[in-house]
T-cell receptor, first 115, second 114 residues
Framework: DGGITQSPKYLFRKEGQNVTLSCEQN?????MYWYRQDPGQGLRLIYY???????QKGDIAEGYSVSREKKESFPLTVTSAQKNPTAFYLC??????????????FGAGSRLTVL | AQSVSQHNHHVILSEAASLELGCNYS??????LFWYVQYPGQHLQLLLK??????LVKGIKGFEAEFIKSKFSFNLRKPSVQWSDTAEYFC????????????FGQGTTLQVKP
């Protein structure tokens, strides 16, 4: 079955450490997104990428970095500069941009806890 | 900046009660509107969407939503909820001609009592 695989599902990190969350899709989608979900705040966009080797900052990019070296992969690194990294992280993807009329497919998410 | 506001953060209903969840957005241009749902332990998934045409759209599991342009609203409704509708519901907006990125509301947790 096609879909989005996020790993790890749960991750614990000490303060000051960088951590990388994996997102892989086999849907042949062009665009990929990273959202952060916090209780009572909905989903906020961190980074997105419409094509390989290109990505743009979302609304809360500070303290995060991404790469898009392959179409199917869009890893997110949470750096030590992110002030409040404990959250639930969701990866999503969609077909080529359709003028905003894109339905996103989401992964199961990764829950990061900073100790 | 564009924003999406969901008025109800936590709703508790008994089975067979009617449901209406409010959603308003702040953007004067052409928008695409979505409701996504996250059932306990499951992926976030699309419930319904509006791109153009009939402002009353129907989605899965008996849900519907009405786009009222003059009110910048896209409220979600269901005439009779079931216990299995217990979930978190998110309203989202994408701006036509934009990069496809969605702006989400804060979410509404719906708890349906059997």
């Amino acid at each position: 079955d096609g879909g989005i695989t996020q790993s790890p599902k749960y991750l614990f990190r000490k303060e000051g450490q960088n951590v990388t969350l994996s997102c892989e899709q086999n849907l042949n989608h062009d665009a990929m997104y990273w959202y952060r979900q916090d209780p009572g705040q909905g989903l906020r966009l961190i980074y997105y990428s419409q094509i390989v080797n290109d990505f743009q900052k979302g609304d809360i990019a500070e303290g995060y970095s991404v790469s898009r070296e392959k179409k199917e992969s869009f890893p997110l690194t949470v750096t030590s500069a992110q002030k409040n990294p404990t959250a639930f992280y969701l990866c999503a993807s969609t077909r080529a941009f359709l003028g905003g009329a894109n339905v996103l497919t989401f992964g199961a998410g990764s829950r990061l806890t900073v100790l | 900046a564009q924003s999406v506001s969901q008025h109800n953060h936590h709703v508790i209903l008994s089975e067979a009660a009617s449901l209406e969840l409010g959603c308003n957005y702040s953007y004067g241009g052409t928008v695409n509107l979505f409701w996504y749902v996250q059932y306990p332990g499951q992926h976030l998934q699309l419930l319904l969407k509006y791109f153009s045409g009939d402002p009353l759209v129907k989605g899965i599991k008996g849900f519907e939503a009405e786009f009222i342009k003059s009110k910048f609203s896209f409220n979600l409704r269901k005439p009779s909820v079931q216990w299995s509708d217990t979930a978190e519901y998110f309203c989202a907006v994408s701006l036509a001609g934009n990069t496809g990125k969605l702006i989400f509301g804060q979410g509404t947790t719906l708890q349906v009592k059997p």
